[in-house]
């Protein structure tokens, strides 16, 4: 049985820190990938990163609003995904999301859809204050 929770969110100033987890079960971290995403009251589901591996190589991509302030990781031991978040900005205020493919169907392909996701963790919330 495939399942994520997502935790981690909560209330942060502009410019300070935050680290979202995503606890998996029930699948390999050897042919998968997790993604993370964000969604504001009013607002479309937006991408902000993802991570996957096959062939034995790992991958991380980042949406362009988030790239150089947030790194995804994994640490395959504790089969958690990471979400580390650096220099927080209002605008990034969202219930974030954690997302998971296992067994990647299209190989050399980093980014995926919201609707290529088979699986979905609760949302945690995370806001940032000005």
């Known amino acids: 049985e495939v399942q994520l929770q997502a935790s981690g969110g909560g209330l942060v100033q502009a410019g300070g820190s935050l680290r979202l987890s995503c606890a998996a079960s029930?699948?390999?971290?050897?042919?998968?990938?997790i993604g993370w995403f964000r969604q504001a009251p009013g607002k479309e589901r937006e991408g902000v990163s993802c991570i996957s591996a096959y062939d034995g190589s790992t991958y991380y991509e980042y949406a362009d609003t988030v790239k150089g302030r947030f790194t995804t990781s994994s640490d395959n031991a504790k089969n958690t995904v990471y979400l580390q978040m650096n220099s927080l900005k209002p605008e990034d205020s969202a219930v974030y999301y954690c997302?998971?493919?296992?067994?990647?169907?299209?190989?050399?392909?980093?980014?995926?859809?919201?609707?290529?996701?088979?699986?979905w963790g609760q949302g945690t919330q995370v806001t940032v204050s000005s």
């Open positions: 997302a998971a493919i296992v067994g990647l169907r299209t190989y050399g392909v980093t980014w995926f859809m919201l609707y290529e996701y088979d699986f």
């Open positions: 029930g699948f390999r971290f050897d042919d998968y990938a």
